[in-house]
């Protein structure tokens, strides 16, 4: 309670309180800020662990020859890289971002289930907790890669795979509940005045993605409860000799993997529609299709599973089938690279942070998309598949894809979640630091697969030592940029100039009508329908 | 850093390139050639696209922008515009299908086969069987490489084609179309041979099959590309393509080493002998697991050295290197001779003081 309480003797008496003090505020809140918050910072931290491992991968691959490490931890390395990144960082960052801002771009004072939004996140830290607990248990974390294959996940993984099983289940949990909640929220707290066709991008894309999540996680489980059943009570879904098949393990962890890869590039997709109208001075392109490209994309998701596995024994008739689905997707996925170019097409940009940001993710999120072009060929697969041209394929779309977004929405909404304002020069100089090392980390890698390294092997034979060397280098590089990254937050947060209500001149929407620094409770009241209309991207 | 150097300036120089393997091998099959040929032409669209597309994008940003004078136009949105660039790449798309498409077809039928391979992918080596001659062996990577993985980088520059070589390679005719069957006995491998255009899945329990019809004499070389465990980068493929003529006279050579390695399991051998061919199979089978000098990695991989196992009766030894036991995978593909010399070797190096096992005691124990 503050005092300004007591003097005011207006209605909204009852709405006009702040947050508790101290420790408990964080354990105990129900505010979709503070638990956006906690996201954020849980998702950070997650990608300062996996990105220690990826070091730890890098730095062995440094050189040929086994230098640092045993086989079996490296691959230990590996797959918890891939699990921690997507599980722990990437996902609950796109979670973090929908609890800040959905709410204030729909009009709405918090989340529709504000105490499942507390046990949603909540349950993060014991999931990420446990996972990281294997390392230390005998025999060794999970060392079967992100995407766990049985049988070697089954009956030749460590005993710490149950741990690893009952983790996937609580992360699981997290993201159905936090799908639900932003399901509901969207569609039973928007303002009354608010069409679903006035809704930002970002809402739109998010509440796209959350049906994926309903869709998707519960096959995960399901994948995962198998596993648990074949490794403990005798059955033998995934074994050959009690009846099973190892492929079928495939199929369903593919059911729910390649929607998951649209979980987390939908969202990206929403935050570049906001970054570049804004910065360009000139609405969005093609609203509308955006829409509708996003709904394709998510159908589109769910159908072509199996170009994952062109190399599993498929008959024929299935490779064409998956082959063409997948080619599919490039056409939506491309509507909305046009749909950019055009935004920036004749407007009037300016290249703050969030700009530069969005503007390399269209570019460099692009080209991991040709590489998907080309992977989805299923005869030309045959070369690519499990080399480091796949590696580099998936990590131009989540690292400069997903990642980028997220570093891009960071900026763009930073003024808006903490008044302040961050340090533009330094800013920029972190932004040319990361996106030229990304580059000389992820681009060689191209090279390395297509002239034949596998992925996931501890070491190499000679001809693939100078690119790899370079890769590292550009590796240790990446990594060090995300030192200037918390510096430049926490400076923000710390001694960053106050921003104004709408620190960039082009930017739309309702969260911009706010405070400077988005008050505790946000629209009370609902917005007009002329307030919504003035801040709506589809103008 | 003078590494880094090196190989940037090696990128200006495009004779270069191709020693540095920055493109896809064309291979030596018709499929290799065909995969190479739909590989260059969807990079060469993705080419053009990134031309139009980055071009609009590069352009727009120096001329549209801020500090250049650029006022906003409000445009936002042309059906017509949408339309278009969605028909145009979904004809794009069906250009590129059709011939995926013939490719995909062809190399999926394996009806034209004049002969069969049998592959089966263990960890972490391949067994390779020749059905109709009787031929059955199995494949490591060579000692000199996995002396040098944990050596200098001079050993490693001295090692034959370092982590690609085996101690025993496939050997194939050349102009010969030939059917590969492809399995595993433990987890999901991998057989790639990218010269040919072959990557096929290796699952326990089920068969693929994938072919090749070779065009050309020589080595060629690959790798195991699917993670398999530990050693899962340590499991080369060497294939060495003949004359059809090298290539009986190979298979009639192995043809009597076989019989005489089945006449031998019926002699009783020295301890030493046993102990020298012991040695060397122990090196290329065991060692990545129970370790060279027998320390094993324990607690999933046990130590030899003063083990209760080699050091007590001999008939619990051979069922467990027979049938194996949970990590333990089996070895009964290897022969009674060379059984009876690996265990032997187990039971008396390392300090050990089991007994000496004769490929008589193994082939009664199969």
Redesign the interface.
């Known amino acids: 309670m503050t005092t300004a309480t007591d003097t005011s003797a207006t209605a909204h008496d009852d709405h006009h309180h702040g947050p508790e003090k101290g420790l408990m505020r964080w354990i105990k809140t129900t505010n979709h800020k503070d638990i956006g918050s906690l996201y954020m910072w849980f998702a950070f931290t997650m990608l300062l662990v996996g990105g220690a491992f990826a070091m730890g991968i890098r730095a062995e691959l440094l050189?040929?020859?086994?230098q640092l490490m045993?086989?079996?931890f490296f691959?230990q390395l590996t797959t918890m890289h891939g699990l921690i990144m997507v599980f722990g960082a990437i996902m609950p960052a796109f979670v973090g971002l929908g609890n800040w801002l959905i709410p204030m771009m729909v009009g709405a004072p918090d989340m529709a289930l504000p105490r499942m939004n507390n046990w949603s996140f909540w349950i993060l830290p014991f999931a990420g907790g446990i996972l990281l607990s294997t390392f230390f248990m005998?025999?060794g974390a999970p060392?079967?890669?992100w995407t766990f294959?049985a049988?070697?996940s089954t009956?030749?993984a460590?005993d710490s795979t149950d741990f690893f099983i009952f983790a996937v289940h609580l992360l699981g949990f997290s993201s159905i509940m936090g799908a639900i909640n932003i399901i509901a929220t969207v569609l039973n707290m928007r303002a009354p005045e608010m069409k679903l066709m006035d809704m930002p991008l970002f809402v739109w894309t998010w509440l796209i993605t959350s049906f994926l999540l309903i869709g998707a996680m519960p096959v995960l489980a399901g994948a995962v409860t198998m596993m648990l059943t074949d490794r403990n009570f005798g059955t033998a879904f995934f074994?050959?000799?009690g009846g099973g098949?190892?492929?079928m393990f495939q199929h369903i962890f593919w059911f729910f993997g390649h929607p998951e890869v649209y979980i987390m590039i939908l969202p990206a997709f929403g935050v570049v529609s906001h970054i570049i109208p804004t910065f360009?001075?000139?609405?969005?392109?093609?609203?509308?299709?955006m829409v509708y490209a996003t709904a394709s994309i998510a159908f589109l998701s769910y159908i072509v599973w199996a170009h994952h596995m062109f190399?599993?024994?498929m008959p024929?008739a299935g490779?064409?089938y998956f082959?063409?689905a997948t080619?599919?997707i490039?056409?939506p996925t491309?509507?909305k690279?046009?749909n950019w170019?055009?935004?920036?097409?004749?407007?009037?940009?300016?290249?703050e942070a969030p700009m530069l940001w969005a503007?390399s993710f269209?570019?460099l999120f692009?080209?991991g998309g040709?590489s998907g072009?080309?992977l989805g060929?299923?005869?030309?697969d045959?070369?690519y598949?499990?080399?480091y041209f796949v590696v580099a394929h998936f990590h131009y779309v989540l690292v400069t894809g997903a990642l980028w977004s997220i570093i891009a929405a960071t900026f763009y909404w930073l003024p808006k979640w903490t008044g302040k304002m961050y340090n533009e020069k330094l800013a920029k100089v972190h932004f040319w630091w990361a996106v030229i090392s990304v580059n000389v980390l992820f681009f060689p890698q191209h090279?390395l697969g297509?002239?034949?390294m596998?992925?996931?092997?501890?070491?190499?034979?000679?001809?693939?030592a100078?690119?790899n060397?370079?890769s590292s280098?550009g590796g240790f590089a990446f990594g060090a940029s995300f030192i200037l990254l918390t510096y430049i937050v926490i400076d923000c947060i710390r001694n960053g100039k106050p921003a104004s209500a709408r620190p960039w001149e082009?930017a739309k929407g309702l969260e911009w009508t706010l405070e400077p620094k988005a008050q505790y409770h946000s629209f009370n009241t609902p917005p007009s329908r002329k307030l919504i209309e003035a801040e709506s991207q589809n103008? | 850093m003078k590494k880094l150097v090196v190989a940037f300036g090696l990128l200006l120089n495009f004779n270069v390139f191709a020693e540095y393997g920055l493109n896809m091998t064309e291979g030596v099959t018709s499929l290799s050639h065909d995969i190479y040929g739909l590989h260059m032409m969807v990079f060469w669209v993705s080419v053009v696209i990134a031309i139009v597309v980055f071009g609009a994008m590069f352009y727009s940003l120096y001329m549209h922008r801020q500090s250049k004078g650029a006022v906003a136009a409000n445009f936002h949105e042309s059906t017509k515009a949408e339309l278009v660039w969605t028909i145009v790449p979904i004809i794009i798309l069906i250009g590129m299908a059709v011939p995926a498409s013939k490719v995909l077809i062809d190399l999926e039928d394996t009806t034209k086969a004049e002969m069969t391979i049998k592959i089966t992918g263990h960890q972490w080596k391949w067994q390779y069987d020749y059905p109709k001659e009787g031929i059955s062996f199995i494949s490591n990577l060579s000692q000199d490489s996995r002396d040098a993985v944990n050596g200098t980088d001079a050993d490693r520059e001295n090692a034959d084609n370092y982590l690609l070589n085996v101690d025993k390679r496939l050997v194939l005719p050349v102009d010969t179309s030939i059917r590969f069957l492809i399995t595993s006995n433990d987890v999901i491998h991998n057989w790639w041979v990218s010269d040919f255009g072959v990557k096929q899945d290796a699952n326990p329990g089920f068969i693929n099959d994938a072919w090749a019809k070779i065009d050309k004499i020589g080595t060629y070389r690959g790798q195991c590309a699917e993670l398999c465990g530990k050693d899962h980068g340590f499991m080369p493929i060497v294939v060495d393509v003949v004359s059809k003529a090298d290539y009986k006279k190979w298979v009639s050579k192995q043809q009597a080493a076989a019989a005489a390695a089945v006449a031998s399991a019926n002699e009783t051998w020295s301890k030493a002998d046993l102990m020298a061919k012991g040695k060397t199979i122990y090196n290329a089978n065991c060692a990545a697991c129970h370790k060279a000098n027998g320390s094993g990695m324990p607690p999933v991989f046990p130590a030899m050295k003063g083990s209760v196992i080699v050091n007590g009766p001999a008939a619990k030894h051979i069922n467990i290197v027979l049938h194996g036991k949970g990590a333990m995978p089996t070895f009964k593909m290897l022969g009674d001779s060379d059984l009876a010399a690996v265990m032997t070797y187990e039971r008396n190096a390392f300090g050990n003081t089991g007994s000496v096992v004769q490929p008589s005691d193994v082939k009664s124990a199969r």
């Open positions: 050189q040929p020859g086994l045993e086989p079996q691959n005998e025999g060392a079967f890669g294959y049988p070697l009956t030749f460590p074994d050959a000799t098949d190892p492929v360009a001075r000139k609405p969005l392109f093609g609203y509308s299709s190399l599993t024994g024929v490779e064409l082959m063409y080619m599919l490039a056409v491309g509507v690279v046009f170019v055009s935004t920036m097409w004749r407007g009037s940009m300016t290249f503007i269209v570019f692009t080209i040709f072009l080309m060929i299923a005869p030309a045959i070369q598949h499990d080399t090279f297509l002239a034949g596998p992925r996931r092997i501890p070491d190499y034979s000679l001809q693939f100078d690119f060397f370079i280098i082009g103008s």
